[in-house]
């Protein structure tokens, strides 16, 4: 962890994150009606891993196996020319976006701007029904028109703050911790 961050508060445990994953899983079934129509797409490196999460939880509600896909967007960031060593992912889209109703899946929602690279990526693979954003934390301060549909839990933060998601098979432990800068 950066030496320059000073841990101020841990906003989530592991059952607290499972908790909100689970709610998220029955609002998206809920809003939908179901899950027939339903494409979970994460955004990586850590909104892969929640939709996979999500997904689950939705196969076990509904007993239908929904797709999961993920995608990269680092090609997609406004701010790619100034972005050194970025390493490129891979987009995994498994299934035609074309007329599904898509669940992208972010972590944190910060400037909105992950998601609106993410909303990009998808765009360039077809024509979904809908595109709708669920995310595990709402951190506030956006700087595109964009609200995420599933919020696990909001954070309001100030901008030398910022939220660290651990999750066990990546950092061996599971929690969101709220952080600051050390200035």
Same mark, same amino acid.
């Given at each position: 962890m950066?030496?320059?961050?000073?841990?101020?508060?841990?906003?989530?445990?592991?059952?607290?994150?499972?908790r909100?994953?689970t709610?998220?899983?029955?609002?998206?079934?809920?809003k939908?009606?179901?899950?027939?129509?339903? @494409?979970?797409?994460?955004i990586?490196?850590?909104?892969?891993?929640?939709?996979?999460?999500?997904?689950?939880?939705?196969?076990e509600?509904?007993?239908?196996?929904?797709?999961?896909?993920?995608?990269?967007?680092?090609?997609y960031r406004?701010?790619?020319?100034?972005?050194?060593?970025?390493?490129?992912?891979?987009?995994?889209?498994?299934?035609?976006?074309?007329?599904?109703?898509i669940?992208?899946?972010?972590?944190?929602?910060?400037?909105?701007?992950?998601?609106?690279?993410?909303?990009?990526v998808?765009i360039?693979?077809?024509?979904?029904?809908?595109?709708?954003?669920a995310?595990?934390?709402?951190?506030g301060?956006?700087?595109?028109?964009?609200?995420?549909n @599933?919020?696990?839990?909001?954070v309001?933060?100030?901008?030398?703050?910022?939220?660290?998601?651990k999750?066990?098979?990546?950092?061996?432990e599971?929690?969101?911790?709220?952080?600051?800068?050390?200035?």
């Open positions: 950066d030496k320059q961050l000073k841990i101020k508060n841990e906003i989530l445990d592991k059952p607290s994150i499972e909100a994953l709610r998220i899983a029955h609002e998206i079934i809920e939908n009606k179901g899950a027939k129509n339903i @494409y979970i797409i994460g990586r490196s850590r909104g892969d891993v929640l939709a996979m999460r999500i997904a689950d939880k939705i196969n509600i509904e007993r239908i196996k929904v797709p999961i896909g993920a995608v990269d967007i680092t090609l406004d701010d790619y020319d100034r972005v050194t060593k970025a390493l490129v992912k891979s987009t995994e889209l498994p299934v035609s976006v074309d007329d599904k109703d669940i992208l899946v972010d972590d944190v929602l910060y400037t909105g701007r992950s998601a609106r690279a993410a909303m990009d998808v360039d693979y077809g024509r979904p029904k809908t595109i709708q954003l995310v595990l934390i709402d951190r301060h956006r700087e595109l028109p964009i609200q995420a @599933y919020v696990g839990k909001n309001p933060t100030n901008k030398n703050e910022m939220i660290i998601l999750l066990e098979a990546s950092d061996g599971e929690k969101v911790l709220l952080a600051e800068k050390e200035v």
